[in-house]
Every structure is written in structure tokens, then in C-alpha cells.
Nanobody, 121 residues
Framework: QVQLVESGGGLVQAGGSLRLSCAAS????????PGWYRQAPGKERELVAR???????NYADSVKGRFTISRDSAKNTVTLQMNSLKPEDTAVYYC???????????????WGQGTQVTVSS
């Protein structure tokens, strides 16, 4: 059974940094375009950043220059380094990946359970 497990959320003051990690477990063949999404209270879930197998990245305009996404394909992990955090970054952050398993070669979407990030002013 495939799972995405996030860690690293918490409470930080504005201007501070946090590092979110996501580890995939199970009979994984590959993770396709893993990324991070976030959802603030009363708002829709939005893409924060994603990274391709070749290392190409996409970022939301609101986090460009402050957040950095990286991945370790051998370990099936994806990390989001968040610097210069702002109160408007407060949200639940979700890890996402379309995963190909050893037994099913069709990519299937998986979400982590979410981790709370709170930035105080």
C-alpha cells in the first residue's frame, strides 16, 4: 500500500524558515511530478510547487524566490524549503504525487495527510 507521509510543519514567526519533507512508502516504481499544495481556511487548495523527474520546477507566483522544492528519486522523497515566511503562507500543506507502483504501471494520484504551517506576524 502506498503512503505519502509529511513532516516538518509548525509555528514560526514572519521572516523565519521551515522545511517540509514528504516520504513515499510502498512498492513504488516511480513518483511522477511530485509537488506541494496548500489550503488556507476558506480558500481552495492551490499549487505551491512541483518538480519533474528531470528537475524542472514550477512555483506559485506568491512563493517564487522564497520557496525551493527538491527531490531524491532514489529515496522517493520530496522536500520544500520555505524561507522568508509570511503570515499569508499559513495553511495546511499537502504533498502530492502521481505514483507508479511495481504492480500497476498506470500513474495514480496520492495525497499526504497534510501538515499545518502557521506563520505569526
Amino acid at each position: 500500500q502506498v503512503q505519502l507521509v509529511e513532516s516538518g510543519g509548525g509555528l514560526v514567526q514572519a521572516g523565519g524558515s521551515l522545511r517540509l519533507s514528504c516520504a513515499a512508502s510502498g512498492s513504488i516504481f516511480s513518483m511522477n511530478v511530485p509537488g506541494w499544495y496548500r489550503q488556507a481556511p476558506g480558500k481552495e487548495r492551490e499549487l505551491v510547487a512541483r518538480i519533474s523527474s528531470g528537475g524542472s520546477t514550477n512555483y506559485a507566483d506568491s512563493v517564487k524566490g522564497r520557496f525551493t522544492i527538491s527531490r531524491d528519486s532514489a529515496k522517493n522523497t520530496v522536500t520544500l524549503q520555505m524561507n522568508s515566511l509570511k503570515p499569508e503562507d499559513t495553511a495546511v500543506y499537502y504533498c502530492y504525487a502521481a505514483i507508479v507502483t511495481i504492480t500497476n504501471r498506470v500513474p495514480y494520484p496520492y495525497w499526504g495527510q497534510g501538515t499545518q504551517v502557521t506563520v505569526s506576524s
